[in-house]
């Protein structure tokens, strides 16, 4: 196996160095052969977003560079979850979190390659704590773990007034158990995650340190954050999920066709595998002539391609184009027109008490203030039903006019545009 010494420079470059134990003994290790690292997920919820995906092409990045990933997906830890700053998590079944455990295994399996010299390994930190009794728990784990140095962590210092409970407080221990036992049975060296995690992660490499006088080492992801400030990764309708049941393939890409200028340099070195060189020709492009969004376009598309696949990639650039009147409607997926004209806005109409004028619907669905200004668009030929130029105010579509027996689509001019959904 052939390990890639460019590595941690190329991290470096990415931005996805925010912290690590010793940046030297690191690249030493790396550059000594192949190195088994893994990375956590819990399945506090059905699906992975935003930031797990960070987590994930960050393993596939150090896969590809010859070294050896487990991804531990914690059917233990995730009946607890990670303190966080906006309180406690409710906590879920046991069946819930089983079920969880298979989605979220389901979301990375696809990124790693599980053949090969450095064959990925998935694991569930379930099977090795279920069993374990409590008192070989604080017996071997919990003595190794100041409480001072438990209460100086940031998330338990600022929850400490509103309160926290035993069981969060205590979430660190399992992590750091997990590192430990898969350098014990594996020989897992290094682990890595998000910024917020940076005391979970120290606290696995001390542990390893105190309890078997072994060296590991860990490294943090930054968080990600818009222009202003604020977290990267929710939209108005909640989390950026990578499940395409919870966010649509559709609303996922044009997630990142609309990232800020300023970001769009940022996104393409942590999010997609484009080289040094075509990231800045991107970045050279978009700061010539941001108007063409060149930027947002590539990581649009190397972005939903690599968690939704091409097919659905080009399907999506389809949709997009001929809603704009440029492409055949007729020819679209059902589910991909619907994700886009909802995303878009689209108006219900009851189809039994029957479809209403155009000139209605134009009002319906906003893309006019009133009837006069509707037939006014008509009249001027800018007013569009399916593609089609309507030159009737009175046109009332049919249901041979219903795209996948469901769907009208309206446009006023080149750029507006909206849908009906006939029930």
Do not use: C
Not at 76 to 102: F, Q, Y
Not at 261 to 268: A, F, P
Not at 397 to 419: E, H, M, Q, S, Y
């Amino acid at each position: 196996m052939t390990v890639d010494l460019t590595l941690l420079d190329d991290l470096e470059w990415r931005g996805l160095l925010a912290h690590s134990t010793d940046l030297g003994a690191l690249r030493e290790a790396l550059s000594a052969g192949s190195v088994r690292f893994y990375v956590g997920f819990d399945p506090t919820a059905p699906s992975l977003h935003m930031g797990h995906l960070v987590q994930v092409l960050t393993a596939r990045r150090l896969q590809l560079a010859g070294h050896t990933p487990y991804a531990l997906v914690g059917g233990a830890t995730g009946m607890i979850g990670d303190p966080r700053d906006s309180g406690e998590r409710t906590l879920n079944s046991l069946d819930t979190v089983k079920e969880w455990v298979e989605r979220v295994r389901g979301q990375i399996e696809p990124f790693l390659s599980f053949d090969g010299e450095n064959a990925a390994t998935m694991v569930n930190n379930y099977d090795w704590t279920a069993s374990l009794s409590t008192i070989d728990f604080l017996r071997d784990i919990g003595k190794h773990f100041p409480v001072n140095r438990m209460l100086a962590r940031d998330v338990v210092s600022r929850r400490l007034e509103s309160g926290i409970s035993y069981t969060e407080f205590s979430y660190v221990l399992l992590q750091s158990l997990d590192f430990l036992n898969l350098y014990r049975d594996h020989g897992v060296s290094l682990q890595f995650g998000g910024s917020d995690q940076w005391g979970n992660l120290t606290a696995g490499v001390e542990l390893i340190r105190r309890s078997d006088g072994g060296r590991a080492h860990a490294f943090a992801t930054p968080l990600l954050t818009k222009a202003d400030g604020t977290k990267y990764g929710k939209t108005e309708g909640g989390a950026l999920w990578l499940d395409p049941q919870m966010m649509s393939p559709y609303a996922f890409y044009q997630f990142w066709l609309n990232v800020e200028d300023e970001k769009v340099g940022e996104l393409l070195r942590v999010f997609t595998f484009l080289s040094r060189a075509e990231i800045e020709e991107l970045e050279a492009q978009h700061a010539e002539k941001p108007f063409l969004r060149s930027g947002q376009r590539a990581l649009a598309e190397h972005v939903t391609s690599l968690v939704h696949g091409a097919e659905e990639t080009e399907r999506i650039r389809a949709a997009s184009a001929a809603l704009f009147g440029g492409g055949e409607l007729a020819t679209l997926s059902t589910d991909t027109l619907g994700a886009a004209l909802r995303e878009a806005g689209s108006t219900v109409v009851d189809g039994d008490a029957g479809i209403p004028t155009v000139t209605d619907l134009l009002v319906a669905t906003g893309l006019a203030k009133s009837k006069g200004e509707a037939r006014r668009t008509i009249s001027e030929g800018g007013a569009y039903l399916n593609n089609e130029r309507v030159e009737d105010p009175e046109l009332v579509p049919g249901d041979g006019d219903l795209i996948g027996g469901t769907w009208l689509v309206l446009r006023r001019g080149k750029k507006n545009f909206a849908g009906v959904e006939v029930r």
